[in-house]
């Protein structure tokens, strides 16, 4: 009850610290650690570990719109995921649904104006989990608060393959030659294409679990973002874990390469 306590003194003391400093526009999440975290706790299985994973999620909707940033991404899924043990990804992938319904049909996330996009290689993930996610999207399309992007069979080597895999298809449409395509290609022609298109790149990115690398996250948008890597699993990731991601973002001068 104590450390409960010191904990909320604490995440009252860096909240206010806050105040008046840069935040993020966009953040973007790597939600790491579930399966190790469920190991670590004894759990009767990983899909417990997601299980509570999911939970958290909510949790950081909560904290985003406490603190006005208005774009969050949530990697959900990656295309690796989709290769593991079968029974675990279908467990994994009804989690993932469950968790868009909730997020999608929450009364004050509805009041809040929340909006849900996905993003990823959607055609690899099955049949009914895309139905959500397009029910999702539609139920929460005049949105106008917190936008989340909910990255779902994504991997950041596969959008740029398909994004000038369109790029191409749309100039051939066309009738460009290929001389012409290679002259005019550049970095905009190529983000106009990306699953993303839209929706501004990440000012900060978040890794849990203690792993330090993107492992493919938003290879294209983070070109210029803020990286925060994180020792606590998913899982418990708590209010004062995001705060102080914010608190590091914001004593950090951005340079953007120059």
Known sequence: MRIELLYRLYERRLAAGLRGGALPRHVGVVLDGNRRF????????VTEG???????????????????????????????NLQRDAAEVSVLLDIIADTIRRMASEPRNVSRG????????LDAVPDELRRVLKEAEEATAAGTGLHVQVAVGYGGRQEITDALRALLEERHAEGATLGQVISELSPEAIS????????????????????????????????????YFC?????AFRKTDFLRALRDFA????????
């Open 50 to 80: 997601h299980r509570i994973g999911a939970g958290k999620i909510h949790e950081l909707v909560d904290w985003c719109h406490e603190l006005g940033i208005p774009y969050v991404t949530l990697w959900l899924l990656s295309t690796d």
């Open 231 to 235: 020792d606590p699993y998913w899982p």
């Open 251 to 258: 004593s950090r001068q951005r340079r953007y390469g120059r």
């Open 114 to 121: 929340l909006r849900i996009t996905a993003v990823g290689a």
């Open 192 to 227: 106009a294409h990306l699953y993303t298109n839209g929706i501004p790149d990440p000012d900060l990115i978040i890794r849990t679990s203690g792993e330090i690398r993107l492992s493919g996250f938003m290879l294209w948008q983070s070109a210029n973002s803020e990286f």
């Open 38 to 45: 469920a190991r670590e706790k004894g759990l009767e299985t």
